[in-house]
C-alpha cells in the first residue's frame, strides 16, 4: 500500500479531484501540512515499470491520454454550428496527469503577461484582461516548484526573463545538433537563443536517476524517473505523510453541495462503474483547463441551476488554445535528433506583442525533433517527397536522421465564443455527456502564426538548412489540432461577475470550493502552461491551508 487508505464514510479535509501537474502540487502540499486528502484520480496508477517505448500504443492508441472512444469530444468552430465528433483536446489521463507524458518545456511567464490588456489596450470581439496579481506575487512559488518537481536549466540565460531569485536547481540538458544549428542559424540574425528549462533531470536529483537520453519524451511516460512528473516528484511525498490516498479509476460526476450552498464532496464511479460518495470539508478541484469547467457544469442543483460556482456564467468560456507553428529544415549531414530529450534550444526575442507589427501576438522558437518514425513517415516530410515504394523508402531514410523542427509557441487571445460545454447528445462509456468544444481563432492569433513561421524559416535558413518547409497554418486546415495546453475556462479574478475564481482558486460563489490548474490563466503566455500552473498551485495551497488552520472554509 502507499499511501493512507480512507473508508468513503469518513469525512477527510481536502478532496482533490485531479492527480496531474496541479493535483500532485496540491495533495503534497495539504497532507505535509497535517491536513487528510483523498486525491480522486479518474485514470489508472502506473509506474515506471508500466511504460515502454511502443509509438503506435502512446502515439495513435492513446496509452497515456484521453481516449475518445470512452470519452467522446466534439468540435464545432462557431455557436451555430452542430458539434461533430473529434479529439480536439489532449491530456494525460492517470495518476500524475499531463506531467506524466508532457514534452517537459518548463517556462516562466515573463512580467508583462500579467498586466497586457494595460499595456496593449482593448482588443475589439475579446475578453482580454490583466491578471489580478503580477509576477513578484508567484516569482518564490515558481522557485519553491523548480525546486522540488526539478528543473534543469541556465538562470540569467535568456535576457528577456522576469527576475528570478534563485538559480535552476539542475545546469541545462547536453545541447543536441538542432540546438547546435539553432544556435548558429538564430546568432547571426542577432537573436538571444538559451538552453531551454525542462522538468527532465540532467544529473541524479532527491533519490531520482538522471535522464539516460533514450529520446522518448513526448507522449511517453520515463522508465527512468527523470521525467520530473507529479507522478514521481511531489505525490510520492504526500503519499509518505500517511494522510493521502490517492484513488486511481475515480471518475466524479458530480460535485455534491447542501442547502447552504457549502459543498459537501463528490460523486464518482469507481473501476467497476459503481456510484460512490466521498464526503469532504473542502473540494479543489484540479482536473485540468476543460474537465474541471465540465464537471462544475454537470453540477448543477437547486441552488446553482447554470451549474457550480457559475454565477458569472463564465464557467467554461474563455477556452485557450495551444496555438504554435512548425517549420523542418534538411541538412546536409545527419543530425540523429531522435536521441536524447526534444528540446534543447529556445529563443524568446518575439515574445512581446508590438503593436508596429499591426497585430497583437508574440512567441518563442524552439529548436526540436518531436517526431517518432511512423509518424514521420507518413505526417513529417515535405510534399514534393514520393508518398510510396522503394523511392519513398529512400527519401524516409535520408529526412529522418537530417532533419530538425523549429517550432513557435504562440499567443491565444481570450474570447467568451471559445468555451467548454456539454454536448447535448453524445454520451461517455460512462453515461455522461461528451465535452463539446467551441472554438475559433482570433484573426490576430492567425496573422501571428504566419509571422512566426516567417521568422522560423529565416532562422532555418541561416543555420544552413539544404531545405525548408513548414506546415499549414490556415485555421480551416490548422496543424495544432488536438490542443494540449488547455487554459482559461475558471479565469481568475477580483470581480465576481467577471471570472469565477479569485487569484488563490477560490470560487467567487462557493465558501469550500476551489479550483486550481489550467483553467484559471486569464491571458495565455506564449505556451507552455505547466510551469505557472504549479507555482499557481504551490501559492494556492499555502493560502488555502492558513484558511482552512483559522477554520475559516468550514
Ligand atoms: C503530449 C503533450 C505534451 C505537452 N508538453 C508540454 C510542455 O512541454 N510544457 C508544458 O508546460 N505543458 C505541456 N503539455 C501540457 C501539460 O501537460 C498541461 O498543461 C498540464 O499537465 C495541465 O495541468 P493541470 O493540473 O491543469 O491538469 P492535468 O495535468 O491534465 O491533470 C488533470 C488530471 O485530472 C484528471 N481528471 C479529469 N477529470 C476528472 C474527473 N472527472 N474525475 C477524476 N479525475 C479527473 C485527469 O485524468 C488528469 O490526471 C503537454 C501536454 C501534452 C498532451
Known amino acids: 500500500m502507499r499511501g493512507a487508505q480512507f473508508r468513503t464514510s469518513e469525512t477527510v479535509d481536502f478532496l482533490v479531484v485531479g492527480s496531474g501537474a496541479a493535483g500532485g502540487v496540491m495533495a503534497k502540499e495539504l497532507a505535509v501540512a497535517g491536513f487528510s486528502v483523498v486525491v480522486l484520480e479518474q485514470g489508472p496508477y502506473l509506474t515506471e515499470q508500466d511504460f515502454g517505448h511502443d509509438e503506435i500504443k502512446y502515439a495513435v492508441q492513446n496509452a497515456l491520454t484521453n481516449n475518445t472512444k470512452l470519452q467522446p469530444i466534439t468540435y464545432r468552430k462557431h455557436e451555430n454550428e452542430v458539434a461533430k465528433p473529434l479529439k480536439a483536446i489532449e491530456y494525460g489521463r492517470q495518476v500524475g496527469g499531463g506531467t506524466v507524458h508532457f514534452t517537459a518545456n518548463y517556462w516562466r511567464l515573463h512580467e508583462s503577461d500579467f498586466n497586457e490588456r494595460s499595456i496593449y489596450g482593448e482588443i475589439p470581439g475579446t475578453s482580454f484582461a490583466d ?261 519513398f523508402k529512400k527519401a524516409v531514410g535520408q529526412y529522418f536522421t537530417r532533419t530538425m523542427t523549429l517550432l513557435a509557441h504562440t499567443t491565444s487571445l481570450s474570447m467568451e465564443r471559445n468555451n467548454v460545454s456539454l454536448d447535448p447528445e453524445l454520451k461517455d462509456a460512462w453515461g455522461l455527456p461528451g465535452v463539446r468544444i467551441t472554438y475559433d481563432w482570433h484573426p490576430d492569433d492567425v496573422t501571428n502564426m504566419k509571422w512566426l513561421v516567417e521568422r522560423e524559416r529565416e532562422i532555418l535558413q541561416a543555420a544552413g538548412a539544404q531545405k525548408v518547409w513548414s506546415f499549414p497554418v490556415e485555421p480551416a486546415e490548422v496543424n495544432v489540432m488536438p490542443s494540449r495546453h488547455l487554459m482559461g475556462t475558471c479565469r481568475m479574478g477580483i470581480d465576481p461577475r467577471r471570472s469565477v475564481v479569485d487569484s488563490f482558486g477560490h470560487a467567487h460563489d462557493v465558501k469550500n470550493l476551489f479550483i486550481v490548474d489550467g483553467s484559471n490563466f486569464v491571458t495565455s503566455g506564449r505556451q507552455q502552461p505547466t510551469a505557472t500552473i504549479q507555482a499557481l498551485a504551490y501559492r494556492a495551497a499555502e493560502h488555502i491551508a492558513e484558511r482552512a488552520r483559522a477554520g475559516d472554509l468550514g
Open 131 to 391: 491578471w489580478p496579481i503580477r509576477y513578484s506575487d508567484l516569482e518564490p512559488y515558481y522557485t519553491k516548484a523548480e525546486e522540488e518537481i526539478g528543473i534543469s536549466g541556465l538562470g540569467g540565460a535568456n535576457p528577456f526573463e522576469a527576475p528570478r531569485s534563485k538559480p535552476y536547481p539542475l545546469p541545462p540538458m547536453p545541447v543536441k545538433s538542432s540546438g547546435v544549428l539553432f544556435e548558429r542559424g538564430a546568432k547571426k540574425l542577432g537573436l538571444h537563443p538559451y538552453p531551454a528549462p525542462v522538468a527532465i533531470l540532467s544529473q541524479p536529483y532527491r533519490g531520482r536517476g538522471a535522464c539516460a537520453h533514450c529520446g522518448m519524451c513526448e507522449l511517453f511516460g520515463c522508465e527512468m524517473k527523470a521525467k520530473s512528473s507529479t507522478l514521481v516528484s511531489v505525490i510520492p511525498i504526500a503519499e509518505k505523510t500517511g494522510r493521502c490516498e490517492i484513488r486511481p479509476n475515480s471518475y466524479v460526476r458530480k460535485v455534491e453541495t447542501n442547502a447552504k450552498g457549502h459543498v459537501t464532496g463528490a460523486i464518482y464511479f469507481d473501476e467497476q462503474k459503481r456510484e460512490v460518495f466521498q464526503p469532504a470539508k473542502v473540494v479543489v478541484l484540479c482536473a485540468n483547463g476543460v474537465e474541471s469547467s465540465k464537471l462544475l457544469l454537470m453540477s448543477k442543483s437547486k441552488l446553482f441551476p447554470q451549474g457550480l460556482a457559475n454565477s458569472s456564467g463564465l464557467v467554461g468560456k474563455n477556452l485557450m488554445w495551444d496555438n504554435g507553428t512548425e517549420s523542418c529544415g534538411l541538412f546536409e549531414h545527419p543530425l540523429n535528433e531522435f536521441k536524447s530529450v526534444q528540446v534543447t534550444r529556445v529563443l524568446q526575442d518575439y515574445y512581446d506583442a508590438d503593436k508596429r507589427r499591426g497585430f497583437y501576438g508574440g512567441g518563442a522558437i524552439d529548436a526540436r525533433f518531436d517526431f517518432y518514425p511512423a509518424g514521420f513517415a507518413l505526417s513529417g516530410m515535405p510534399d514534393d517527397v514520393p508518398k510510396w515504394g522503394i523511392d
